[in-house]
Structure formats: C-alpha cells, structure tokens
C-alpha cells in the first residue's frame, strides 16, 4: 500500500512557503533563476504556506489517531497560529515557529517509528 507521507512533505513545503515570504535570499535568487519568480508574490505563497501548515497538522492528527500521541500534534498547532500569526510583525517569530513545526515533524517521527512495531500485532 502506498502511504502519502504528508508528515514528511508537509512541514518542507511549510519551510519553503515560510522562507520565501521572510524574503531568503538564496532561495528567492533560485526561484528567479528557474524562472518561478511568479511564487515570489504573497498572493501565492500565504495560501500554499497555509496549505502546507493544514497538511501537516492532518498528517500529525492522523498518526495521533493512530498511535496515540498528542504532544506532536500540539506543538505543531503552536508553530502553525506563530508562523501565520507572526509574518507579518516578526521574521525571528516566523523563524521560531518554523523551527517549531520542524521539532514537532521529528518528535512525530520518532513516536510514529515507536508505534509501528505494535501496529500489526494481534493481543
């Protein structure tokens, strides 16, 4: 069975939405030179940020349905209400509840990896 890995998928596509409305740079440098500087504009990239950070907090709310485990899903609550909340006062506070919904995917991967061997077992 093929799964969608929106855990994994989500909170990169949350960075990069991040990352380009801060204004990175190198990022938006190499958007322009693929010639997709039309991602650079808020227009997009707010409503994909918004998409990603929803993705993410499915795929959390699915795996603590699954597993059990409510801590990541909370945590990347928190990082989405700062990430969106923040972008238009604060890059640091951008930044953090990036870094936030990152802790969140890593402490999800591990509970998840913690979870699986269970999964098949007959009680």
């Known amino acids: 069975m093929s799964e969608v890995h929106a855990d994994k998928w989500g909170p990169l ?3 990069f939405a991040g990352l380009c409305c801060l204004g990175a740079a190198p990022l938006l440098a190499g958007l322009s030179a693929l010639g997709l500087e039309f991602l650079i504009h808020d227009t997009i990239l707010i409503p994909l940020l918004i998409f990603f950070l929803g993705v ?3 795929a959390l709310h699915r795996n603590r349905s699954r597993c059990g485990t409510a ?3 909370w945590l990347v609550w928190l990082a989405a209400v700062l990430t969106l909340g923040s972008l238009w006062i604060s ?3 951008v930044g953090l509840g990036l870094l936030l919904l990152v802790s969140a995917s890593i402490w999800n991967a591990i509970a998840t ?3 699986e061997p269970t999964r098949g ?3």
Do not use: E
């Open 91 to 93: 890059g640091v506070a």
């Open 13 to 15: 596509g949350s960075i």
């Open 56 to 58: 993410t907090i499915w």
């Open 71 to 73: 801590g990541p899903l």
């Open 113 to 115: 990896k913690r979870c």
């Open 121 to 123: 077992m007959i009680s």
